[in-house]
């Protein structure tokens, strides 16, 4: 009988120890019931039955598979975008334009562009804007 009691110790000890260490490995989002922390202090204080516990009620399934997904591969993220966000983007994207419009519009204003000389006549022969060669050139000698 001493036998059997030791050997139903070693066993309930290796139980024991093995639900302690599932317990402290499993994610925190695949416990049910209570929190992790809960779940360590249930199996340490009740070996046998912290245990059993732990793996009826507290162990959550794996079910399906945890998938890390990009934000705009996400389903449930799409979903979640308001019109709201998207409302405010079509604001931003319409005041970049009229901004980029009215860029463009100072750009043709006449007041910026430096102004040119008028017809004047310098040389002897009387022409506008040239000198006495005809080439248009001040100042150039020929």
């Known amino acids: 009988m001493a036998r059997l009691l030791l050997i139903l110790a070693l066993v309930a000890t290796a139980f024991w120890v093995y639900t302690i260490v599932d317990c402290a490995v499993q994610p925190a989002a695949r416990h049910r019931g209570v929190s992790k922390p809960a779940w360590m202090v249930i199996v340490i204080v009740l070996p046998v039955l912290g245990g059993i516990l732990w793996f009826v009620i ?18 449930e993220f799409l979903g979640g975008l308001s019109a709201r966000a998207r409302a405010d983007q079509d604001e931003r994207i319409r005041r970049l334009e009229e901004e980029l419009a009215q860029l463009d519009s100072e750009a043709d204003d006449p007041r910026d562009t430096p102004p040119t000389p008028g017809p004047h006549t310098d040389g002897p022969g009387g022409k506008p804007g040239t000198d006495d060669d005809g080439r248009g050139q001040r100042g150039a000698v020929g």
């Open 58 to 75: 507290g162990r959550g399934r794996a079910g399906r598979p945890l998938l890390r997904r990009a934000p705009d591969d996400d389903p």
